[in-house]
């Protein structure tokens, strides 16, 4: 009996690897298409910027060129609105349960509006819509072959990873990324399948598409120790800045709100004619900003126009993202973070401080540090900037500079960006008492109001049934006095419509329970 149950195990870890390389290999191919033709075509809008310059007649046609980009993918978003934005809050509440959309539609008008809006220079990022799109393709695989519930579930988050990982060439940080800020489940099947997807999907976008990491940087010389007290400087103006630059991403919209002559679906059309100054004058900012990056890597601009162009980008990408068009803010954010470590560094330099030979060094730092601390996943940052400049001599000066952004941003009352930007499109749900059944895990995590506190003493929401606790290796039966651990994960079974009203309620119960004295 041990055996075949053992046996059976060892198949279900089977099949999610034929179902990680299935979803890698088709994610792979639709995201490396999509990356591929915003390179080509913010190539060729860099082209024609340069062309304007020369003959400034052709400004009007193209003009009215972007507008009409705008009304378009405008039309598409009020007909589609889980296209609008990044993708990643959609994917994180679809596996929460707290929405749901029909697949094709979101693939074919992101894919479309993503390469039409990024390609066209606007700061926007396209590994959050790599993300939507990984997932969607993954979710339209699983309806295809008939998996509903956690099966279904599972095939997302490894298309999101495989997504990620096509879009960075990073399937490592990828699949944390997942992990740590999408699904929230570090369950062996879900990462099994992502990394084995995120594998997958690398190699596709490396040895089909030949695509390369989009930020490799050569990595010439180690900090030395005696450099480090700036790292902690370094990483305290990171946390404040990127405090700023949450406060002012999940305000944007709302301003744009106050534009009342201007229908909200077609805000697009703000940034799609600010674009134009900012291609004539400075074509090398077009787009999320890697270019840039990688060019001020090799030859850093002096202090004054690097602070010029931190402000251009700050700017620019909150006004492009507030907009709704169908693009991140994860490339924008690793773009204002190597800025920001090009301005410190220059900083430092200027008052003897630092040599300038570790300028490009505090770029790198200072990707990693931004982004942890507004996307509060420093272990992402960390491995994301490790697996594309390809070196761990900088492993230690990455990990100061992240967790000291981290707690920078955490002691301000930073949230996680994705996770807010995810609260700010949740409605509260009602229960829902038919259909399927289907599983919810729920995480209690260190300091949770549910750790410490038996089962019987909960009021658990109706319609529920808490049939495990995974603990570790190991699933526990639970009754009524059985207590809750910092780190179980609950499993627990209701409707399928109901999960949404069930996570809700856990997490309220979660926040508004205390533990026990002593």
């Known amino acids: 009996m041990k055996h075949q149950q053992r046996t059976q195990h060892d198949l279900t870890r089977l099949n999610a690897i034929v179902l990680g390389c299935l979803v890698g290999l088709f994610a792979g191919i639709v995201v490396s298409t999509f990356r591929l033709i915003i390179e080509h075509l913010l190539s060729l809008v860099q082209a024609v910027y340069g062309w304007l310059g020369q003959h400034p007649w052709g400004l009007v046609p193209w003009a009215i060129l972007l507008v009409l980009m705008a009304l378009m993918i405008g039309h598409w978003v009020k007909q589609t609105p889980m296209i609008k934005g990044s993708g990643i809050p959609q994917i994180e509440g679809q596996l929460a349960g707290e929405f749901d959309y029909t697949w094709w539609p979101v693939l074919w008008k992101k894919f479309v ?13 396209r590994e959050g819509p790599s993300i939507q799109l990984g997932g969607t393709v993954a979710q339209g ?4 072959l008939g998996f509903s519930g956690s099966r279904r579930r599972l095939m997302i988050a490894s298309g999101a990873s495989a997504g990620l990982s096509a879009a960075f060439n990073a399937p490592i940080a990828a699949t944390l990324f997942i992990l740590e800020e999408v699904y929230h489940n570090f369950s062996t099947l879900v990462w099994l399948t992502s990394l084995t997807s995120a594998v997958v999907a690398n190699f596709v976008s490396n040895e089909i598409f030949g ?3 989009v930020l490799h940087i050569v990595y010439r010389q180690a900090l030395p120790l005696k450099y480090y007290g700036l790292l902690l400087l370094l990483g305290i103006g990171l946390g404040g800045l990127g405090y700023g630059y949450q406060w002012v991403t999940l305000r944007v919209g709302q301003w744009y709100g106050r534009l ?30 890697n270019q840039l990056i990688v060019q001020f890597a090799q ?4 202090l004054v126009p690097l602070i010029g162009y931190f402000i251009l980008r700050f700017v620019f990408s909150t006004i492009s993202y507030g907009s709704g068009l169908p693009g991140g803010i994860f490339l924008p954010i690793l773009t204002l973070g190597a800025l920001l470590g090009a301005i410190g560094a220059r900083c430092f330099v200027a ?21 942890a601390g507004i996307s509060k996943a420093p272990f992402t940052a960390i491995l994301l900037i490790t697996e594309m400049v390809g070196t761990l001599q900088h492993l230690m000066p990455l990990a100061v500079v992240a967790i000291v952004a981290y707690i920078t941003v955490d002691v301000l009352g930073g949230a996680p960006i994705y996770e807010a930007m995810l609260q700010q499109m949740v409605v509260p749900a009602k229960a829902q008492s038919d259909g399927p059944t289907d599983q919810l895990e729920f995480p209690v ?16 929401p109706p319609d529920t049934l808490l049939v495990g606790i995974r603990r570790g290796e190991r699933q526990v039966i639970p009754n009524g006095d059985t207590i ?11 409707y399928q419509h109901n999960r949404a009203f069930v996570r809700q309620q856990l997490t309220h119960l979660n926040d508004s329970s205390t533990q026990p004295s002593d």
């Open 299 to 302: 030859q850093t601009p002096l």
């Open 113 to 125: 509006s993503g390469i039409l809006g990024i390609g066209s220079g606007l700061f926007l990022g």
């Open 445 to 460: 995590n260190e300091g949770a109001g549910l750790a410490g506190r038996q089962v019987r003493d909960l009021a658990w």
């Open 211 to 213: 695509l390369t990491p």
């Open 484 to 494: 809750l651990r910092a780190g179980d994960t609950l499993l627990i079974f209701t």
């Open 351 to 371: 008052v003897g401080w630092l040599p300038t030979m570790y300028v490009a060094n505090f770029m790198i730092y200072a990707m990693a540090g931004y982004f």
């Open 260 to 289: 009342t002559w201007l229908p909200r679906q077609f805000d697009g059309i703000i940034p799609f004619l600010l674009v134009i100054p900012v291609g004539l004058w400075w074509p090398i900012t077009l787009g999320g900003g």
């Open 141 to 144: 695989l699983a309806d295809r």
